[in-house]
């Protein structure tokens, strides 16, 4: 009762008290009622405006239930759509008409004291491709976890969509896009934009403020991590952050077959972020173990992707970041002869490619390996 006379709030609320577990409550309840999981995401994704306290608590005590609703797989088809559900704007926008005048952009966002941010241009958004400025549903759903899961407080979290275009027709042809209606910019009109930004950021928030490079394409996601490395505290998900994982698997499986990560031979399908990127945490690690160079660590570690063994003889046609596992050996065009050539003792899939672990290829692998 005193708050509501202290903040003014007599005869405009009703005169019950409604807990905060009772509106979790009532909101799960109402949420089961939607059978379309977007329904349920444009649901979620009002509540984290109107009341963001209870977004997170009701994330927090839900996790299983909504975080397939807050991010993937629904996060997808709410990229897809985003246009046509947009209702308000979530996080901040940096496009191609900012430019000279992107650290104005920072500093309109209204808190100061960020601690991480999350961005993406949209190019290569989970396995949906290039959906440009509607790609924002990935930094705002990836920062909801960090906040529920993690613990960072959401007035520290920042998404943020470089928007230099999209090559995507349907979307240029949707009069419900929300982002610039141009071909995607490339070259130096796309690097001159990010280093703006990526120098405005560390203007604005400091040294010390984490970036995470989310969902760009391949050939943009290893330039930039390279690039920036040294002078910026900088993180790309798809080729570390899932390396990371999988390493942490590998070790512990090490305690169950014995032997030490230098002792294995791997041999991975797919040879994007995700597998490139595992691939040389691994060889890194092995390095690490051994000290033994890393380029010798690199020869334990094979990549198939989508024409064949990478090797040393398809060196000139292949993209910058997988030359370093072209390796010596005869070329072949299938995963079931890579293996028969290799005879991994692990095998790891990244491709999006489904059902390629067929009997063949586990066969293959069972015939020279101890099942234990």
């Known amino acids: ?18 807990s905060q577990d009772l509106q979790v409550k009532k909101i799960m309840h109402n949420l089961r009622q939607y059978k379309v999981p977007l329904q349920r995401y444009v649901a979620m994704m009002d509540l984290q405006e109107r009341n963001e306290r209870l977004f997170y608590k009701l994330l927090i005590d839900n996790v299983e239930e909504l975080l397939p609703v807050v991010y993937t797989p629904t996060v997808g088809e709410a990229c897809q759509k985003y246009g046509s559900i947009f209702r308000r704007p979530q996080g901040l926008y940096v496009s191609l008409r900012d430019k000279g005048k992107v650290i104005d952009v920072l500093r309109n966002w209204p808190e100061r004291n960020i601690q991480v941010i999350v961005v993406t241009d949209g190019e290569r958004i989970l396995g949906l491709g290039d959906l440009g400025c509607q790609g924002m549903g990935i930094p705002v759903g990836k920062l909801s976890l960090y906040t529920a899961l993690g613990g960072v407080r959401p007035s520290a979290c920042l998404p943020i969509t470089i928007d230099v275009g999209t090559n995507n027709e349907q979307l240029l042809n949707d009069e419900f896009y929300i982002g610039l209606r141009q071909r995607r910019a490339t070259g130096e009109e796309y690097h001159e934009l990010m280093e703006e930004f990526m120098d405005a950021v560390k203007q604005i928030y400091g040294e010390k403020v984490l970036i995470q490079f989310e969902d760009f394409a391949n050939h943009n996601a290893f330039d930039l991590l390279a690039k920036y490395s040294k002078s910026h505290l900088v993180f790309n998900d798809d080729i570390q952050g899932t390396a990371s994982v999988v390493l942490a698997g590998l070790l512990s499986s090490l305690k169950v077959v014995g032997g030490t990560l230098a002792e294995h031979t791997y041999l991975f399908l797919g040879a994007g972020e995700a597998g490139t990127g595992i691939a040389e945490l691994i060889a890194l690690e092995i390095s690490k173990q051994t000290n033994a160079p890393i380029e010798e660590c690199r020869k334990k570690v094979f990549l198939v992707d989508s024409k064949g063994l990478i090797v040393s003889s398809r060196k000139n046609s292949l993209q910058p970041f997988k030359t370093s596992w072209a390796h010596e050996r005869e070329p072949v065009t299938t995963l079931l002869d890579a293996i028969k050539s290799i005879r ?18 586990i066969e293959a692998m069972a015939s020279f ?4």
Do not use: M, Q
Request: net charge neutral.
């Open 1 to 18: 009762e005193r708050e509501r006379d202290a903040h003014y709030l007599r005869g405009l609320l009703p005169p019950g008290v409604v």
């Open 344 to 361: 991994p003792t692990v095998l790891i899939g990244t491709s999006g490619v489904g059902r390629a672990f067929t009997k063949e290829v």
């Open 369 to 372: 390996n101890e099942v234990i």
